[in-house]
């Protein structure tokens, strides 16, 4: 079946898009038209509701991080060894880049693809092993910036190079109460101490094989993944550039070395890394200038946004049900939830601008009509009281059909980082022509405009409707003067007759008020 265009349903005051039925059709159901990303493969049909920009901004960037995360491993450029130390000569020559400058891009790399794939709740405590070269610092500015990100960085660094700027790395992680541990500090079970070990210890200009005290500390990563059983959940290991011990070219020789579960290539993956099996391959370094990609012809992915690191062929598979989030907040305790749910509502709102969440007035909003199939999306709560929760879409849309036939609804507000949900039902009633005209006029002039023309769900052309549409409606009121509110257009109160207040708790044990 091909598809040249596909229905747009757009519904208003939020920013969901919701994939629905596929349909080949040549009309679009929308009064603002959306060019679907192309990493979705398909132009589904969208329910969207609003505009965000912030949303869209998202969007362009999931787009992007899309298209570089299904980069073909074999499309991209692989150093040997010579090239690797070549590319390095040119950038600190010609070049004029600074070894404290390269340091510190590779390090910050380094975090950021830690932090992509582990979450600091979740796997805060990482172990940095720092050999005495080049790799070693970029392993201990990866451990000053995992310490910005909300980890706990601990640092192995057993032979120390004398050098100022090792000195100065130090020192700032000193200064931020990094502990440094000891061969003896370090304790025997590594599992039982830390969530990530980045193994720092070599890159691609070691040759030969590892001497003391290396050599005892790649073991014990090995072994790490040798031992470790299904009860206990073993470190995931992270290696900078070259897995310690690898040859850079041919990679675990004797296939008794570290397998790590993540590896970050610097400048361009090194040979060895076409033998990488791990779950996650990034590459760091966003400094290459176009005269060393000519010089060497590499190819490279993109790197999205403003990222500092991009990954490296597809993601991993993930078994689905395997998901799942442990709970940790604070007890939902009877005697302290309030006894007005209105004012324990207030108080949660509180905390969750306080906690600088994004959006927290938004609320799925539910509702059926008379054939009794529910639908739901996003809307944004612009007022509430013991009178209800009000919010302002079009009257002539989906949900304002579906109210007029059955005037009940179902409010949820989800905020994550609190771990917290609230359930509300009731009643819906229009707001009075009052409030909605005087909402109206608070809100920007451009977003007014926006109201008139966004005839939701009906048929038009194309997007040019609107913009000519708008592009009118704005030279009419050019000269200040005040946007009549459209009658298809106001607000809705739901008067709660329900509320549930959910605390998520560790092993599934929640709190439910």
């Not at 500015?141 to 192995?156: D, S």
């Not at 060497?296 to 993109?302: D, T």
């Not at 009940?408 to 771990?419: P, Q, R, S």
């Not at 959910?502 to 439910?512: A, E, F, P, T, V």
């Amino acid at each position: 079946m091909s598809c040249l265009l596909t229905p747009l349903t757009l519904l208003p005051s939020s920013a969901a898009v919701s994939v629905c039925n596929f349909k080949p059709i040549h009309s679009l159901i929308a009064s603002r038209y959306l060019l679907l990303p192309r990493f979705l493969g398909l132009r589904p049909k969208i329910e969207f509701s609003g505009y965000s920009p912030k949303f869209w901004g998202s969007v362009r960037g999931m787009a992007t991080k899309m298209d570089s995360i299904q980069q073909n491993p074999e499309s991209i450029s692989y150093l040997n060894q010579q090239e690797a130390a070549e590319v390095d000569e040119i950038l600190m020559g010609p070049l004029g880049f600074s070894v404290d400058q390269l340091m510190e891009l590779a390090g910050l790399s380094v975090a950021a693809a830690i932090a992509e794939v582990y979450r600091p709740s979740e796997h805060s405590r990482v172990l940095t092993i720092c050999g005495p070269g080049n790799n070693g610092g970029d392993g201990l500015v990866a451990a000053r910036h995992l310490y910005h990100f909300g980890y706990k960085p601990f640092i192995c660094y057993p032979k120390r190079t004398a050098k100022p700027l090792y000195n100065g790395l130090v020192t700032q992680l000193e200064s931020l109460s990094v502990p440094f541990l000891s061969l003896e500090d370090l304790p025997k079970d590594l599992s039982d101490s830390f969530d990530i070990i980045v193994d720092a210890m070599f890159g691609f200009s070691f040759h030969g094989i590892p001497r003391p005290p290396f050599d005892d500390l790649i073991q014990r990563l090995v072994a790490l993944k040798i031992n470790g059983d299904t009860h206990q959940k073993s470190p995931s290991i992270i290696s900078i550039d070259i897995p310690s011990g690898w040859h850079v070219e041919e990679g675990d020789l004797s296939g008794e070395g570290i397998k790590p579960d993540m590896l970050v290539s610097l400048t361009a993956p090194k040979l060895c890394a076409k033998r990488f099996s791990g779950s996650h391959h990034f590459l760091g370094g966003r400094f290459v200038p176009p005269s060393i990609r000519d010089k060497f012809n590499l190819q490279l992915p993109a790197y999205p946004g403003t990222a500092m690191c991009v990954r490296i062929g597809k993601p991993p598979k993930i078994d689905i049900s395997s998901l799942r989030e442990n709970y940790i907040s604070p007890a939902l305790l009877e005697e302290e939830v309030a006894a007005d749910p209105f004012d324990q509502f207030q108080k949660w709102f509180d905390d969750a601008m306080a906690a600088g969440l994004k959006e927290p007035n938004a609320m799925a909003l539910s509702t059926t009509g008379k054939d009794g199939k529910p639908s739901s999306r996003i809307v944004l709560l612009k007022g509430f009281d013991k009178d209800g929760f009000v919010w302002y879409t079009n009257y002539e849309g989906r949900k304002g059909q579906q109210i007029a036939e059955n005037p009940h609804a179902a409010l949820l507000f989800y905020w994550d980082d609190l771990n917290r949900q609230v359930r509300i039902e009731g009643p819906v009633q229009k707001v009075s022509d009052e409030e909605s005209e005087q909402y109206f006029h608070s809100r920007p002039r451009g977003s007014q405009i926006g109201a008139i023309v966004s005839q939701q769900s009906t048929v038009i052309p194309g997007r040019q409707v609107l913009l000519d549409e708008y592009k009118q409606l704005e030279a009419k009121y050019s000269d200040g003067s005040v946007i009549p509110k459209p009658k298809h257009w106001g607000g809705y109160r739901l008067k709660p007759e329900m509320f549930e207040f959910w605390q998520g708790q560790k092993s599934r044990l929640h709190d439910r008020y």
